[in-house]
């Protein structure tokens, strides 16, 4: 059963990608201020959630693991913090060259840009810590440590940026705020983040069953060993 | 209760009573803050009037910079001889060996800052008397929450191989929050603005200790089970 939805799963999104790319490039109108460029913010938006959530997966893992000490939460949380960081990469990335046109600058110290940014940084110190831990447990437990203490960091980072922001002028506005898109757009953005959400989920996954190869591998590696 | 505490101020009078004894830590640290001002210095014309507006941020630099060289000693000294083991086995709870260290390490840093910033006064030509009762509570605020996380991540870091080259990475992109806070309500206190203004700051500030000082408390036992 687990393995008919995985194997379903990406059929179920390919559509639903190819529906949203249509619905971004042809289907949403083209923005009367920004033109073109602002086709990216549908995409954009949906990695940024997409991202934020797969870092809340890593904290569920984080948690799980040190209460119950089970190599699968540990597994769930390694998956969720790389695959985070390759879509906050694509969100850092799509940002600026939205940015550039319309601000004028390729980057601004807007309170959602730098919690992103040291979103990544921090997870990338995650991921760097567990590249210098061999030992399976401890690497486990370290990184663990690291995934709760992080994720609790997000909202502080969030809120002192924005207070920071506040209290600083204001030199670039992106668009007064709300944004008041049209319906069109909406319906645009509402068909791209499923489809990308989606898009996480399987690759979750996949990146879970190669861990657990991984774990396999590993396993008749030292059993042959033993023979030898 | 009274008990637990004792052996906690144990472990943070041992701590304190080497590094005022080998005095080692001390002048790498208070040398590391001093060069960090004047070195920033260079950044800027001399005499320049900006040279105010900035100079929160380099005391900043200056203290989180000089910290961080501390905390990154601050488990050595544990692993070598295996100490580690000696602690684990006092009959005191691991979370207590996390308080003592963090009151180790918080005296002892704040020690650093205090003898600090009378040079940082005179090498930015700035009057700080009027304004050090507000200044002293940025200190105290911002220092407790970057020692909270930096005792955590200091015994994790001993246990890594390269794990000094990983604290700062650790580190840096936690102390955010704490970074612009103490930045900016210090700004404003050296400007001479009323309490009203930074008083936000603060609130951030003693929110960030509360969470990471009971997240470090909860999880340190989970760092040092071997």
């Known amino acids: 059963m687990k393995e008919k939805i995985k194997t379903i799963l990406p059929y179920v999104d390919l559509p639903l990608i190819i529906l949203a790319l249509y619905m971004v490039f042809i289907y949403a109108p083209t923005d009367s201020y920004m033109g073109d460029i602002q086709r990216i913010f549908y995409f954009h938006v949906s990695f940024a959630w997409v991202g934020f959530l797969s870092f809340f ?8 693991y040190l209460i119950k000490k ?86 502080l980072t969030y809120l002192a940026s924005h207070l920071w922001r506040t209290i600083h002028p204001d030199v670039i506005r992106p668009g007064g705020g709300k944004w008041g ?23 979750l996954l996949r990146r879970m069953d190669l861990e657990g190869m991984r774990d396999r591998v590993a396993e008749l590696k030292k059993k042959i060993m033993k023979e030898a | 209760m009274g008990y637990y505490l004792k052996k906690v101020f144990l472990i943070a009078a041992k701590d304190l009573r080497i590094e005022f004894r080998s005095k080692e830590k001390i002048y790498s ?32 630099v200056a203290f989180i910079f000089a910290a961080s060289l501390g905390l990154s000693r601050s488990f050595v000294l544990e692993k070598e001889e ?33 003898i600090s910033l009378p040079f940082f006064a005179i090498f930015f030509n700035l009057s700080l008397t009027s304004s050090l009762p507000p200044l002293m ?27 000094d080259m990983i604290l700062p990475l650790l580190l840096f992109p936690m102390q955010v929050p704490v970074i612009i806070s103490a930045v900016k309500s210090t700004g404003l206190i050296m400007a001479g603005s009323g309490m009203d203004t930074y008083s936000q700051w603060l609130k951030l500030l003693v929110a960030f200790d509360i969470i990471f000082f009971v997240a470090s408390f909860v999880i340190f036992e989970y760092l040092i089970e071997e």
């Open chain 1, 57 to 64: 997966f890593n904290f569920i893992g984080s948690i799980m």
């Open chain 2, 29 to 60: 640290m208070m040398l590391f803050s001093l060069l960090v001002m004047v070195i920033f210095n260079f950044a800027f014309e001399p005499g320049a009037e900006y040279i105010k507006d900035v100079a929160p941020g380099i005391l900043w």
């Open chain 2, 137 to 163: 509570i940025v200190i105290v605020l911002a220092t407790f929450g970057f020692i909270t996380v930096g005792t955590l991540f200091s015994a994790l870091s001993v246990g890594i191989r390269g794990g």
């Open chain 1, 181 to 203: 898109l049209d319906p069109a757009m909406t319906a645009a953005l509402r068909i791209t983040i499923p489809a990308v959400t989606l898009l996480f989920v399987i690759l």
């Open chain 1, 70 to 155: 089970e190599r699968c939460w540990d597994i769930l949380a390694v998956s969720a913090a790389e695959i985070g960081i390759a879509f906050c990469l694509i969100v850092l990335t799509t940002g600026p060259i939205w940015a550039r046109p319309v601000w004028g600058a390729w980057w601004t110290w807007d309170p959602r840009l730098v919690t992103f940014l040291i979103l990544t940084f921090m997870y990338a110190a995650y991921m760097t810590v567990r590249n210098a831990i061999e030992e399976e447990t401890k690497r486990a437990r370290f990184a663990a440590v690291i995934g709760i203490i992080a994720f609790l960091n997000v909202p």
């Open chain 2, 82 to 114: 295996d100490c580690m083991q000696g602690l684990m086995l006092s009959p005191l709870d691991r979370s207590g060996i996390y308080l003592g260290k963090l009151i180790g390490n918080f005296i002892f840093t704040l020690a650093i800052e205090l």
